[in-house]
């Protein structure tokens, strides 16, 4: 059965909830560090973070950024996607990226892309069924550069 929740921006009094939810699908963030990361987002003009409430309750969230390129194309990206357990497979989803699409083309960019890990084929089938399609495989590079530069 699709459910209709309200979408909304995301503000810190989510901290709780958004934990909560994000420790569904992965390493437990606290509530404090969930608080300071979106302090720091909110101040970027060049994002959303919304919610999907039901009744009160927190049930997805969702952050889409711009990413504008001299080389290559711009473009929004959603960088978390996320559902409750007992509510996925109820059109939520669908809702949340519907809702990033509209801030992208609102923003002016041309294309919207997520990324997963490629453990998680069901997710894939979801994003393949709402309309995307798989781009071309890519390597994640990752440097640490808190605490100075690293040296090869």
Do not use: N
Request: aromatic residues 6%; proline residues 3%.
């Amino acid at each position: 059965m699709k459910l209709t929740v309200q979408l909304r921006p995301m503000s810190v009094t989510d901290a709780k909830a958004v934990a909560e939810l994000l420790s569904e699908q992965g390493p437990v963030l606290t509530v404090d560090d969930i608080a300071e990361r979106f302090s720091r987002l909110a101040t970027t003009q060049e994002q959303l973070v919304c919610v999907a409430e039901l009744e009160g309750w927190i049930v997805g969230l969702c952050q889409v950024h711009g990413i504008r390129a001299i080389a290559g194309e711009s473009h929004a990206e959603i960088s978390t996607l996320a559902v409750a357990g007992g509510f996925q497979r109820r059109g939520i989803g669908r809702q949340l990226v519907e809702r990033a699409q509209d801030w992208a083309l609102a923003a002016g960019y041309p294309l919207l892309r997520l990324g997963d890990k490629a453990s998680r084929t069901e997710a894939h089938r979801f994003f393949e069924a709402i309309g995307f399609v798989r781009g071309e495989a890519c390597y994640p590079f990752v440097r640490q550069v808190l605490g100075g530069l690293a040296t090869p």
